[in-house]
Structure formats: structure tokens, C-alpha cells
């Protein structure tokens, strides 16, 4: 295609050119442009077959896209030839003889050598021999290119000095020596130069002091002088007042730093140089967008002469003398894309103000006495991070674990953190973590550890694939059963992927009994976390179409503190979106570091928390879907399955699902309907309980065990949910007890009229809610306003009370559910009644811990 377009254009061409310029491609008449032209690619060109093919050389060189003639076709002005492998001397008698040559452009081209006649080219404008291999000295006679505008022999292999003649170049507003051999000092004569705009020496062996009067530049924009040996002051760049770009890089200039900044620098590279001053007295330009003074010896603090530099992306400050400071006021530094800080004398903890640098791709803190605890990163762009050589201590976020994987580098040695993680190779952990320690401060089920290591993707297909089967039973059971309102969800659902957002807030949603505001201004830009998915970069507009906008149509549940919606996540993502409405004194930072805390936290009884969002005022917590219902509603508002004469006790339920009729037990009507079952939520329920007592560091109090907050997962496994979260909800303690789920606050924290007393939370207020839920397990009743028969205080009537009056005078067996009385042992049942006497006891001191009611209730199984 490309060729058969550029074919037709020189057909074309050539039909134009043959009636100008005669008959003569055969060959050239000598000693024309022409002529001169066809010998300079027949010598540099001829070996190169790419050429020939793509260049007719017989047909009229006027005609050849590289060249471009005069208006009569007698004279070449440009020849714009890169990169088509010329190499070699270019020979006299060539190019040399283009006495109206203009513009020459044979860069990217393996040229050697220039002719001795090249320097009669006293037209030329724009001279570009970059990236070749020239080796020579430039001769005096360059001062004959007077009408030159740019010139650059950059990449090449020029040595000697640059002569004094450059002063004739009084046109020259472009010239380029970067990365040749050069190793005089800058001669005087480039003073005449005087419209020079944009100058790069850098990466020759330049020496000596720059001449007086250098700053007599008036128009020169940009200036790199970089990897040179030159010496000088900073006042030598004083006086170049449309100076943007400033690099004098690996040289040896010295002097104060306050003297070089003016307001039009956008970028400033004075790195490793012998600069010093105090940084508190540069006053830098809001125009700033790369400032790099690393390897100098500048002293002082600098966060607050940065106050003005909100532009900036670049800042690399390593390696100079400055004070013991704190690292604050950062997030003025917004823009902020590469900061480098290593070995600047910082101290104190990192500031979770760093948190709102959201473009930072490169962090390096390295080698400094920073104390406490990674903070939380943003981490959409990061890809370098370094933080060894500090005093560090404690985990890294779980956020950032989860990322680095997926990083291009990091280093957290020499501190003092401890790891938790076995994802990454024996070679990363010796390299990147060395002389952290390995250790995991909550106690993981061992046994899940293994098997997490061993059969992760086959646990992750099984779960696919037991999904898959439950969602096709599920939509079975629509169809046979027409239950419009879960097809009409899924519809909802559908519609919310292909919905274009608008992503601009604040967000306000209202459920049945809140309204709730997200203030964020833009929702693309509140990241939304999710642990084990570091890539997905999640924000709070996929959020918003998760959840259809909040939309009713996904609304679960009115939770203790907010809503609670259904949301899918583009990648089969299931969760359920905890708000927690007008949450808590805590600060965001404190928030996001409960919220990684609780991401950590993982238990085979636990629902998981998957990921969180912080919108504004709001904290959204994110849970793992659980595919069944609360325990609350599997006992007190479906139906409790169909009564059956049939023995049970020796069948799991899911052996009777296949001898009964298939179906019924796929939903969850049918579960609770055997004690074996019973017994299982109810141990299932106190291993996590005990878990979070006993097996978290700090031990962690649940606050709200009640039976909504049990769910049954996918394997009908219970999980405890909500743990954590009153902590991060905030609340004084009078008001969360206030809050408390009715029938389910432990004697202590009510006083005698019912209302709530001010009292310290234990892990035994979890102890007396478990023992309600045990209760509600074997007597199938609500905690509170139920009917509880032969009751004597008829009118504050409640489970506890009542079960425990009858327990005392040994009439347990009577209020057994009758809709599990004869699936199991009956003196089981008595028994785990008295485990539930135990845990509901008035006093604190009397009711057991929870790791004792979890050896009680296996203890049942021996009965
Ligand atoms: C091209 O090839 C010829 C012979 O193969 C050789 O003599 C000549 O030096 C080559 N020219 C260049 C520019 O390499
Ligand atoms: C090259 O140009 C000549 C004269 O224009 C023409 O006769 C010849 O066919 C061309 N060759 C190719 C390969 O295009
Ligand atoms: C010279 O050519 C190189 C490579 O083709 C190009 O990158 C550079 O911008 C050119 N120099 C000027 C001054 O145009
Ligand atoms: C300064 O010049 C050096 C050498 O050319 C280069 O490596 C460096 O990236 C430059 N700095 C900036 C800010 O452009
Ligand atoms: C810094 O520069 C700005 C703009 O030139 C000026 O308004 C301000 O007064 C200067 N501040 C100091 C402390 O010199
Ligand atoms: C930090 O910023 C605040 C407000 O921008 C300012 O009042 C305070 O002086 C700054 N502190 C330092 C040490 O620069
Ligand atoms: C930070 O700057 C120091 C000193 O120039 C350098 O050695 C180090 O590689 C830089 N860090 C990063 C991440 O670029
Ligand atoms: C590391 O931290 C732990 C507690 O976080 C402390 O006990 C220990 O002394 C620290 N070790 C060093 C070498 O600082
Ligand atoms: C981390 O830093 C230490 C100390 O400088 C070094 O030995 C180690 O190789 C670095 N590791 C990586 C992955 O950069």
C-alpha cells in the first residue's frame, strides 16, 4: 500500500520533471547539480540495496523525494537525506559543489568524514549531521556558513576545540555539540552568536570557565551544558532572561544556588555540581516543572521554600547537606510525578499527607531516619518505590503488598518491618527486604495457609465452577418458579455495565430510611481499593456503575451504620458496598489504615473484606458476596422449610438435597432445618468469634453479634461479618450502645430502665451476643418480641429470659424447635441450651471466653 502510493508519486514526478529538465537521466550532465547530486549517492549510497529500490537513480534527481530543487530545476536547495544508510567519506566534488544549498540534512547515517569543499556551503541555513560517525576537528573556515540558523553535530565523533570563527555564525539560533569529543573551554567568539535560542554542549569534555559575557544571551530559551568540566558561578546565568531550560549537570560550577532562579525556569537540572546556600532563601517559581539538585552541597530545610511550586513533576533533591527535617507539607506538591529524597536528613514519620500525591511514579526516601510505619501510597501510578536504609517499623499496607508484584522496582531494606506474605521468589525477599523479618502477627488457620499455597488455582476454578452451577440452578429456578424480582435485578445489573457515568459529584443517595452524600468532585479520581486485584485501579465512578448509581434495584439492606448495596465489578467481581454513613472522628488516613488492618485479617469463618473507598465523608466497605442469606432471615423470616417425618440425623443436608426432591434445598428455605446443620452455623459462628478474641493482635471485639450479621457463603460455610467496623464507624460508646442491636446488648451495659449505661466493651459482650444467636439456633425464636409460652414476666419478655428460667428448672427439652426436634441427638440440644445459659450469664466474669465455648460445642459431637 505504502509503496504502491510513493510508486504512483514518482511516476508522477517524473512525468512533471521530464519536460523540464530534458532526457539527460541516463547521465547526468557533468558539473550540474544534478550531476553532483547522483555521484554523492552512487558513492555513499550504492552498497545500500534499500536505497536503490526505493530511488530510481536513473530517473531525474529533482525527482526524488530526498531532494528538493530551485524553482527552475537548475539548483539544489535541500537535500533532507536521514537515515538511509550513507556511509563512509563523503567525497569532494559532491555535495561540496551545491552552491545554493540550503538545508542538508544527512543525519542517522554511518557518514565518516566530511570534504575539504564542504565549507563553501556559504547558503546554507539548516546544517544537521547528528548521529554519525564524523571524526575530525571542526575547521576555522565553519565561520563561512554565515547564513547558518541551525546547526547540529550532535552524536558524532568531533574532537579539539570549537573555533573562535563560530563568532561569524551571527544567524545561529539552534546549535547542537551534544555527546561529541570537544575539549576546549567555550570560545569568546560565540558571544556573536547573539540570537542563539537554544544551545546544547552537553556530554563533551568542555573545560575552563564560560566566557564573560555569556549572559548576554537575550533570547536563548534553553540551555544544556551537562557532563562537561566547566567551572563557574550560578550568577553566570543571571542575566539570560528567557532562560527556560537550565541544565549544567556534572560539571563544576559552584557557588550559591539562591542566585540562578528566576521566575521564567520551568525546568532545572544542577545536578551533581558543587553548588551550596541555603535552600530557604531560593524563591522558586510557580512555573517550576523539573527541579533536580541533587549531588551538591546545598544546606537548610526546603520544604517551605517549595510552598509556591504546585506545577511541579520532577524533584530530586538526594544526596546534599541539608537540616534534620520533617517531611511535611508535601501535598501542596500535587503534581508530583518523580520525587526523590534519598539522603536528605529527613526525620519523624512519613507524613499521610503523601497519600495525596496521586501521579507519583517514582518515590525514593531511601537512606534517611524516618521512624514509624509505611503509610498508605497512592498507588495508581507508582512504579518505583524505595524506602530502604531508614528506621522503618511495622507491616507494609496490604494495598501496596499486593502491588509490588506488578512493579517495576522497590526496595524496602535495612528497616525494621515485618513481612507476612510468601508471593514473592527467595531472590526478591533477600534483595528487597533485607533485614526484615518474617512474621505474621495474626494467627492464620495453618491449614488454609497450605492449601492457599498449594492449590490456589484450583480452589479459584472450583469456586468458578460452583458459582457457575449455583447461578444456573438459580436462573432455573426463576424460570420454573417465575420470580420476576431476581431477573428484573439481574436486568438492572446488566445496564449498569454499559452505562456511560457521570462522574462529576457530589454524589446524594437515598435508601429507605438514609440518605447518604458522597462529596467527591470527580469520581474518577477516589480510588476504590481492592486487595488481591492491585491492577484494577478501581475508582468511584466503577464504583457508581457496580451499584448502578446506588440504585435501589441493588439496595441489600439497611446496615447499623448505612446501606448496604449489591455491586459487580467488570471481572465477575461479587460484592456486597458497605457505606458507613457520617462515619467517624477518624481522619481519612486513619480510616484507610483500619480498613488495610481488617483487609488482613482472614479466617475460613470470616466474611472478607475485599477492598474499601473513602468518598468524602463517607467510608465504604467492601465484602466479598455472600451467595446465601443471614442467618436472621434463614431462621425468622422464610419459611423454615418443609417438616419431615423422615430421620435426618444421620444425613448431611446435602445428601438430602439429592434424596429429596433436588431442588428444595438449593434455596436456602430448607438449610436450617437439621440440628447437624444448626450445630455447624453455631461452632462455625464461635471459631471466629474466638478467633478475633484470641488469635488477632490486638484482639479484636465484634461489638454487633447478632444473627444478621452471619451469613452463609457459597459452601453454606458461616461467616461472621462486620467485624472491626464500629471502630472505624467511630462513634463515643453511649451512642453505640444506643445503637445496639435490640436483644442482643449484654445486661451490663443497661441499667435498670432499659436504657444504656456507660461501661467498658469487652470480648465477653461478644460472648453474651453469641449466646443469643445459640439460643435463636435451638429454640428457633426471635430474641425479642416473639412469643415465648408459659412465660411469667409476659410484658419485657424475652429469649434470654426466658430460656434461661426454664434451663434452671431443667425444662430445656421442652422449647426445642420443633422444626429440628428429632434431627439429632435431644441431648445435644439440652446441652448446647446450657452452653447458651453459660454465655448469656448476667455477670461479665461468669460467661466463658470464646475459645472455651468452642471446645464446649465440639465437645457436643461426643455426646
Ligand atoms: C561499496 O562497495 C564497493 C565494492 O563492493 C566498495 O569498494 C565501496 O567502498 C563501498 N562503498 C561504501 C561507501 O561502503
Ligand atoms: C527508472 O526511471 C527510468 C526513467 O524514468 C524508467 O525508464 C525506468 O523504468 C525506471 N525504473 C524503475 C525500476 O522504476
Ligand atoms: C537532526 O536530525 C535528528 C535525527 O534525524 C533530529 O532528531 C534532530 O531534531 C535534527 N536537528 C535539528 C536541529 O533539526
Ligand atoms: C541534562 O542533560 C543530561 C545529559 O544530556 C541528561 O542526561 C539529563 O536528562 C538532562 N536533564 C534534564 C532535566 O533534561
Ligand atoms: C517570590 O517571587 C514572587 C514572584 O516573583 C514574588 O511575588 C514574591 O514576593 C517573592 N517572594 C520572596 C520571599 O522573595
Ligand atoms: C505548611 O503549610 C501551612 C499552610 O500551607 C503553613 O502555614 C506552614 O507554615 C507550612 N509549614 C512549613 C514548615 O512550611
Ligand atoms: C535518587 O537520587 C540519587 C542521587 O542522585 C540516585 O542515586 C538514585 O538512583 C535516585 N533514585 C531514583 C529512584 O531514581
Ligand atoms: C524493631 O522493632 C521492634 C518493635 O517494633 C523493637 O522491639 C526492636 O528493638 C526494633 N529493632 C531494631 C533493630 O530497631
Ligand atoms: C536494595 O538496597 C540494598 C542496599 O542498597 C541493595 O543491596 C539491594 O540490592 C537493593 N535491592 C533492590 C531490589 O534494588
Given amino acids: 500500500m505504502g509503496f504502491a502510493f510513493f510508486g504512483s508519486i514518482v511516476v508522477v514526478l517524473t512525468l512533471f520533471f521530464r519536460s523540464n529538465l530534458g532526457q539527460q537521466q541516463e547521465h547526468p550532465i557533468p558539473n550540474t547539480d544534478e550531476f553532483f547530486i547522483s555521484k554523492f549517492f552512487q558513492q555513499m549510497g550504492s552498497n545500500s540495496s534499500s536505497f536503490s529500490q526505493i530511488y530510481n537513480l536513473s530517473a531525474p534527481v529533482c525527482s526524488w523525494q530526498v531532494v528538493f530543487c530551485d524553482s527552475n530545476h537548475e539548483n539544489v536547495i535541500g537535500l533532507i537525506a536521514p537515515s538511509l544508510g550513507l556511509s ?104 556573536g ?159 499521610d499527607e503523601i497519600s495525596s500525591l496521586t501521579h507519583l511514579k517514582t518515590l525514593d526516601l531511601s537512606s ?32 501496596l503488598l499486593k502491588k509490588l508484584p506488578w512493579m517495576e522496582r522497590f526496595n524496602f531494606s535495612y528497616n525494621n518491618l515485618t513481612l507476612c506474605d510468601s508471593e514473592f521468589t527467595p531472590e526478591t525477599f533477600k534483595s528487597a527486604f533485607i533485614g526484615s523479618s518474617y512474621s505474621c502477627p495474626i494467627a492464620a488457620n495453618p491449614n488454609l495457609l497450605k492449601r492457599k499455597a498449594h492449590s490456589h488455582r484450583g480452589l479459584e476454578l472450583a469456586f468458578a465452577f460452583v458459582i457457575s452451577i449455583i447461578f444456573v440452578l438459580i436462573v432455573l429456578l426463576c424460570y420454573v418458579f417465575g420470580c420476576r424480582k431476581k431477573t428484573q435485578l439481574w436486568a438492572v445489573k446488566q445496564d449498569s455495565y454499559k452505562e456511560e457515568q457521570v462522574i462529576s459529584g457530589p454524589f446524594s443517595f437515598q435508601t429507605d430510611s438514609t440518605t447518604w452524600v458522597a462529596d467527591v468532585k470527580v469520581a474518577t479520581l477516589v480510588p476504590v481499593v481492592i486487595f488481591e486485584k492491585p491492577l484494577l485501579n478501581f475508582t468511584f465512578s466503577d464504583l457508581l456503575s457496580a451499584t448502578s448509581n446506588f440504585d435501589r434495584g441493588t439496595f441489600l439492606a439497611e446496615g447499623r451504620f448505612g446501606p448496604v448495596y449489591r455491586g459487580f465489578f467488570p471481572g465477575g467481581i461479587h460484592v456486597a458496598v458497605k457505606v458507613l454513613v457520617h462515619g467517624s472522628t477518624m481522619t481519612d488516613q486513619e480510616a484507610a489504615r483500619e480498613l488495610e488492618h481488617l483487609g488482613r485479617i482472614k479466617h475460613p469463618n470470616l466474611v472478607p473484606l475485599t477492598g474499601y473507598c473513602l468518598a468524602g465523608e463517607q467510608r465504604i466497605a467492601i465484602y466479598d458476596y455472600m451467595e446465601n442469606e443471614n442467618l436472621h432471615s434463614l431462621l425468622h423470616d ?8 423422615e430421620d435426618w440425623s444421620s444425613d448431611t443436608w446435602e445428601v438430602n438435597g439429592s434424596n429429596n426432591n433436588g431442588i428444595q434445598n438449593v434455596g436456602s428455605e430448607g438449610l436450617l432445618t437439621t440440628w447437624r446443620f444448626r450445630h455447624k452455623v453455631a461452632l462455625g459462628t464461635a471459631r471466629a468469634l474466638a478467633f478475633l478474641h484470641h488469635g488477632c493482635s490486638p484482639p479484636i471485639i465484634h461489638r454487633d453479634v447478632k444473627a444478621s450479621s452471619v451469613y452463609l457463603d457459597y459452601n453454606l460455610e458461616p461467616r461472621l461479618s462486620d467485624f472491626g467496623l464500629s471502630k472505624i464507624f467511630g462513634n463515643d460508646l453511649e451512642d453505640e450502645i444506643a445503637r445496639g442491636s435490640q436483644g442482643y446488648i449484654p445486661p451490663e451495659f443497661l441499667n435498670q430502665d432499659g436504657s444504656s449505661s456507660s461501661c467498658v466493651i469487652t470480648p465477653k459482650s461478644d460472648v453474651f451476643g453469641f449466646g443469643v444467636i445459640l439460643l435463636e439456633l435451638i429454640t428457633g425464636k426471635k430474641p425479642v418480641e416473639d412469643e415465648y409460652p408459659d412465660d411469667n414476666f409476659s410484658k419485657d419478655a424475652n429469649l434470654v429470659s426466658w430460656v434461661r428460667g426454664l434451663v434452671r428448672k431443667n425444662c430445656g427439652s421442652q422449647i426445642i424447635d420443633p422444626k429440628i426436634r428429632g434431627t439429632g441427638a435431644e441431648g445435644q440440644m439440652v446441652e448446647a441450651l446450657k452452653v447458651g445459659y453459660l454465655c448469656t450469664a448476667d455477670l461479665p466474669a461468669k460467661r466463658p471466653s470464646m475459645q472455651q465455648v468452642v471446645g464446649l460445642l465440639k465437645d457436643l459431637e461426643q455426646l
Fill in 88 to 191: 563512509g567519506s563523503i567525497p569532494d566534488n559532491t555535495i561540496g559543489k551545491l552552491t545554493k544549498l540550503q538545508s542538508l540534512d544527512i543525519s542517522n547515517n554511518q557518514i565518516i568524514d566530511l570534504p575539504s569543499d564542504f565549507w563553501s556551503l556559504n547558503s546554507l541555513k539548516t546544517l544537521n549531521l547528528s548521529n554519525n560517525r564524523i571524526f575530525m576537528s571542526l575547521p576555522t573556515n565553519i565561520g563561512n556558513f554565515v547564513s547558518l540558523e541551525k546547526l547540529d553535530l550532535s552524536f558524532n565523533r568531533f574532537f579539539g576545540s570549537l573555533p573562535d570563527s563560530v563568532s561569524s555564525l551571527t544567524s545561529l539560533q539552534v546549535f547542537n555539540l551534544n555527546q561529541n569529543r570537544f575539549d576546549s573551554s567555550v570560545p569568546l567568539g560565540i558571544i
Fill in 193 to 351: 552568536c547573539h540570537l542563539l535560542t537554544s544551545v546544547d554542549f552537553s556530554l563533551n569534555r568542555f573545560n575552563g570557565v564560560l566566557p564573560d559575557g555569556f549572559g548576554s544571551f537575550s533570547k536563548l530559551k534553553s540551555l544544556n551544558l551537562a557532563g562537561n568540566e566547566l567551572k563557574g558561578k550560578g550568577s553566570d546565568f543571571l542575566k539570560l532572561g528567557s532562560l527556560t531550560y537550565l541544565n549544567i549537570s556534572k560539571n563544576l560550577f559552584r557557588g550559591s544556588v539562591v542566585e540562578i532562579f528566576h521566575e521564567l525556569l520551568e525546568v532545572v537540572d544542577l545536578s551533581s555540581n558543587h553548588f551550596e546556600g541555603h535552600i530557604s532563601q531560593v524563591n522558586f517559581s510557580s512555573q517550576l516543572l523539573y527541579l533536580d539538585l541533587s549531588e551538591n552541597e546545598i544546606s537548610g530545610g526546603f520544604f517551605t521554600s517549595l510552598s509556591r511550586t504546585h506545577n511541579l513533576k520532577h524533584l530530586n533533591l538526594a544526596k546534599n547537606r541539608f537540616l534534620e527535617q520533617r517531611l511535611i507539607n508535601i501535598s501542596s506538591l500535587h503534581s508530583l510525578e518523580h520525587l526523590n529524597l534519598s539522603n536528605t536528613n529527613l526525620i519523624g514519620r512519613i507524613s
Fill in 368 to 399: 534517611n531516619h524516618l521512624t514509624g510505619e509505611i503509610p498508605l501510597l497512592s498507588l495508581k501510578t507508582l512504579q518505583n518505590l524505595d524506602l530502604s536504609f531508614n528506621n522503618l517499623v511495622g507491616e507494609i499496607p496490604i494495598s
Fill in 638 to 645: 422464610l419459611p423454615l422449610g418443609v417438616q419431615t417425618t
